[in-house]
């Protein structure tokens, strides 16, 4: 079958690859000038550094095969995501861990003490099912500590109030009772030694797999091809006929420094008034690594306008309302497969983003053997 990948990123690639090594004739396209999406890397040349030129990409996963997977065409070295908040005149460990607590209350509490004051004298316990942002920070840490770290850093990052956001967004950080500081539980972490590019890059490395950057996709091309894995923004394949699904662009005030400019790769800044979210210092990304110059990027988020680049999916009430709309609509649409973070409208981390493109993959190869129709989606959105 001849195969149209739209999308470089970790999706299109994947997928690409997949069926590239099944046989398939497949050619992949992007806008862009790189492959990658916004796992983009690319070495400063002033500085050497490897910049995270979307923002930063730590990854982690506790899927052993997607483990396997990427460290097939990377090699990973240990990375540890430990993030630093700077809030009410000092700075903090996050996730919310022991040291964290200590240090915000003044105290010298042991894992057990911990628990009982912020579960008897923080936490709102009479909050029996959280269902938004707020209600799920004030049941686990309370007040205090929701207001110096998540309150503002949420206002800032998704432009509306905690209490109009779901749990899930928070469900994303832990809040430990020791002094672990690792930002992720996962069990495999790390970070490509040459960057994401490259490792993407080698993903579509493959007689059978063509690419062409800096190529702009339209619909009508799709009749030149057996099958399209779309990684584009759904909307955006119905030329936003129902309307557009509203996403957080984000803007990078990038600058350089002679030395360490934070002593971290990532600053969170939990303050309302600080009109960034985070710095992120890429250099740190890459501590085997040793450079003299340094990059930065402050880190701004607000709502993306038509000509910006999409990152956060929004999905509130409206949106999973119109995203409803798209979905019924993608689900009459012949020839072609909706995949990944802006073709599924999710927020997705990179190693879900591959477990579900390899799924899609073998699942496409399973519905061809059986001569039946690919679904517009292998996972559902809604
Ligand atoms: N968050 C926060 N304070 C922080 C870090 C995160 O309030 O210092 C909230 C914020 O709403 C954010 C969410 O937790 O969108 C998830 O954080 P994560 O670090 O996973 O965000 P990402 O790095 O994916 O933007």
């Known amino acids: 079958m001849n195969i149209l990948c739209v999308g470089a990123g970790l999706s299109g690639a994947v997928i690409g690859r997949h069926l590239a090594e099944a046989g398939h004739a497949v050619t992949v396209v992007d806008s862009r000038d790189h492959v990658g999406g916004n796992c983009h890397t690319a070495r400063d040349a002033d500085t050497g550094v490897m910049v995270h030129v979307y923002g930063p990409h730590i990854f982690h996963t506790d899927d052993a095969e997607v483990w396997d997977y990427v460290n097939g065409f990377a090699a990973f070295k240990p990375y540890k995501n430990r993030v630093k908040a700077t ?11 022991l040291h964290t607590i200590n240090q915000f209350f003044g105290r010298t509490m042991r894992p057990d003490e911990a628990r009982d004051f912020i579960t008897g004298e923080q936490a709102d316990t009479s909050i029996a099912d959280p269902q938004t942002f707020e209600e799920q920070a004030m049941r686990f840490v309370g007040r205090d500590l929701y207001e110096a770290f998540f309150k503002g850093y949420t206002m800032k990052q998704w432009g509306c109030h905690p209490s109009d956001l779901p749990a899930s967004i928070l469900k994303r950080l832990p809040v430990r009772f020791n002094y672990d500081d690792n930002y992720f539980f996962h069990r495999f972490q790390g970070m490509p030694e040459h960057g994401y590019t490259a490792m993407i890059e080698k993903i579509l490395d493959h007689p059978a ?6 190529t702009v996709f339209d619909r009508s091309q799709a009749a030149e091809y057996d099958h399209v894995f779309y990684s584009g923004p759904l909307d955006g394949w119905f030329d936003y006929e129902l309307g557009r699904l509203g996403y957080r662009t984000l803007d990078f005030q990038r600058f350089t420094y002679e030395g360490d400019y934070q002593g971290c790769a990532v600053m969170n800044y939990g303050e309302e008034q600080v009109p960034y979210t985070r710095i992120t210092e890429h250099k740190h990304f890459a501590p085997w690594e040793e450079h003299e110059g340094s990059v930065c990027y402050r880190e701004f988020s607000r709502a993306a306008e038509p000509a910006d680049i999409p990152y956060y999916p929004i999905r509130q009430v409206a949106e999973k309302a119109l995203l409803k709309d798209y979905v ?5 649409a012949e020839g072609v497969s909706f995949v990944g973070r802006l073709g599924t409208y999710r927020y997705l981390d990179m190693d879900v983003t591959i477990r579900e493109a390899l799924d899609a993959g073998r699942a496409f190869l399973d519905h061809v053997g059986k001569g039946e129709k690919a679904p517009a989606f292998f996972t559902a959105p809604l």
């Open 209 to 214: 797999l063509s690419v062409r950057l800096e």
């Open 328 to 332: 019924a609509l993608a689900e009459q």
């Open 87 to 97: 809030t009410g005149g000092a700075v903090y460990s996050l996730p919310v861990n």
